[in-house]
């Protein structure tokens, strides 16, 4: 996939951005479904501008007595229909296209789309998130908002993104999708670690895990790829329940990489995917064999060990 293009933001703009998200109340407890949202106050809907650089904000007379399932779809009705306005836009970008919500009556609004990744735009993804959240989760029934965007070269291939309120507290950095994480490679004996920095992208439709073992393969100074040439990656996962990455090879991983120790090898790819916020473990599985490298049992569930990094 290439890479895909970056906006840079001026600080006039992200002033207006960070003005704009910072309204909206503070939520409160959730209500059971069908219960009205009986809100006094109206609720600020957040389109984008004309030439998606910003957020147009536009206060919306709420009815007082509407369940909080009908507020939903009254305002994300409205969303939807800029209207004749030429300086709004429905918050959905180029490369974008919306299908559908669900609510599931208690805190969690899911947004469905088809997605072009080639399309995209990062600036207006983000912005087009903060359109959406920071709407939504002015209504007191809703806490949170789950986009599913499906790839419209792959529908199998789907991304998650859970955002809340909070999401957009540190405007700076959500603008700003790009992370350097420590990845852990060998070093040229084959015998030690060495501490490296990748640069990873929040807004890439690949996981920052499947980023990150895609790391393991570029070439860094004094280091030696960990992973030998017939490796293949077949799935990287996370289990949202116990945060366990699950990361499955095919069978030549249990080969191993001549020049380098199997323990090596393994906390290359252990204690660098450990670096994630959402991995507490990581489960290597094998194709084919009985998930087994040499005298190494893969078979149980891994945490860092950086007593191999090279000092």
């Known amino acids: 996939m290439t890479t895909k293009k970056r906006i840079m933001l001026t600080a006039v703009v992200m002033a207006a951005v960070v003005i704009l998200v910072a309204c909206g109340s503070d939520s409160k407890n959730g209500r059971k479904k069908n219960s009205a949202d009986n809100s006094d106050e109206n609720l600020t809907l957040y389109y984008a501008n004309s030439t998606w650089t910003d957020l147009f904000p536009e206060v919306f007379t709420r009815d007082q007595l509407v369940t909080t399932e009908n507020l939903i779809d009254t305002v994300m009705n409205a969303l939807m229909d800029s209207g004749e306005m030429t300086d709004k836009q429905v918050p959905v970008p180029q490369g974008v296209t919306y299908q559908r919500y669900t609510y599931d009556g208690q805190a969690t609004i899911n947004l469905m789309f088809n997605v072009d990744w080639e399309a995209t735009d990062t600036y207006e993804m983000v912005l087009s998130k903060a359109a959406f959240v920071r709407t939504l989760t002015?209504?007191?029934?809703?806490?949170?908002?789950?986009?599913?965007?499906?790839?419209?070269?792959?529908?199998?291939?789907?991304?998650?993104?859970?955002?809340?309120?909070?999401?957009?507290?540190?405007?700076?950095?959500?603008?700003?999708?790009?992370?350097?994480?420590?990845?852990?490679?060998?070093?040229?004996?084959?015998?030690?670690?060495?501490?490296?920095?990748?640069?990873?992208?929040?807004?890439?439709?690949?996981?920052?895990?499947?980023?990150?073992?895609?790391?393991?393969?570029?070439?860094?100074?004094?280091?030696?790829?960990?992973?030998?040439?017939?490796?293949?990656?077949?799935?990287?996962?996370?289990?949202?329940?116990?945060?366990?990455?699950?990361?499955?090879?095919?069978?030549?991983?249990?080969?191993?990489?001549?020049?380098?120790?199997?323990?090596?090898?393994?906390?290359?790819?252990?204690?660098?995917?450990?670096?994630?916020?959402d991995v507490k473990s990581v489960q290597i599985n094998v194709d084919n064999t009985n998930n087994r490298l040499n005298n190494i049992d893969l078979s149980r569930k891994f945490t860092a060990d950086y007593s191999k990094l090279e000092i």
């Open 138 to 277: 002015q209504i007191e029934s809703v806490k949170k908002v789950v986009y599913e965007y499906t790839d419209i070269a792959n529908e199998n291939s789907i991304v998650r993104e859970e955002l809340t309120n909070d999401s957009f507290s540190d405007m700076d950095n959500f603008m700003n999708p790009h992370e350097e994480y420590n990845i852990y490679m060998p070093d040229s004996t084959g015998q030690k670690l060495v501490q490296k920095t990748i640069d990873l992208d929040r807004s890439a439709p690949e996981s920052l895990e499947e980023q990150m073992v895609a790391g393991l393969r570029m070439s860094y100074d004094g280091t030696v790829v960990p992973l030998n040439e017939k490796t293949v990656v077949k799935s990287v996962t996370v289990d949202d329940a116990d945060d366990v990455c699950t990361i499955t090879f095919n069978e030549s991983f249990a080969d191993g990489t001549a020049g380098v120790d199997d323990e090596i090898l393994v906390y290359s790819v252990v204690d660098s995917l450990m670096e994630l916020e």
